[in-house]
């Protein structure tokens, strides 16, 4: 496998869409931990999966030996601007939230407005 750029390079340039990614989803208003409980959670945060995007997108960049400029780290800045963009903006237009959450947020919605009603009515 020839590889163009050094292996300090790759590592860094991981690193580089990584932090970018995070940085730019919280200043968005992503949050950064996913509500509780995190492991049923189908939220999305700035930890998960932003910089897995990113990190992704520039593994597939790195694997076709496509490095762009400064061996890779200017395609690593870019790659997690478009990662946190995309998670705010199209990842629930893409990737949509599974049938029976979405029907506990409409049944807690729907219990919630009911119980309001009924303290506004005694």
């Known amino acids: ?5 050094n292996e300090t390079y790759l590592i860094l340039s991981y690193l580089v869409a990584a932090i970018v990614s995070i940085v730019i ?3 968005l208003g992503l949050p950064a931990l996913p509500k509780k409980p995190i492991r ?3 939220d999305k945060s700035a930890i998960f999966p932003t ?3 990113a990190i992704g997108f520039l ?6 030996n496509f490095f762009w ?9 870019f790659w997690g601007i478009i990662s946190a963009l995309f998670v705010k903006f199209a990842f629930d237009i893409v ?13 807690n919605n729907s219990l919630e407005e009911s119980e309001s009603k009924a303290k506004e009515i005694s």
């Open 1 to 5: 496998m020839i590889l163009h750029a």
């Open 25 to 27: 989803a919280l200043g």
């Open 40 to 42: 049923f959670s189908f």
């Open 51 to 53: 910089p897995i995007f």
């Open 59 to 64: 593994a597939i960049c790195f694997s076709v």
């Open 69 to 77: 400029i400064y061996n890779g780290l200017a395609l690593a800045v």
């Open 95 to 107: 990737f949509p939230k599974p049938p029976e959450e979405v029907n506990d947020n409409d049944s």
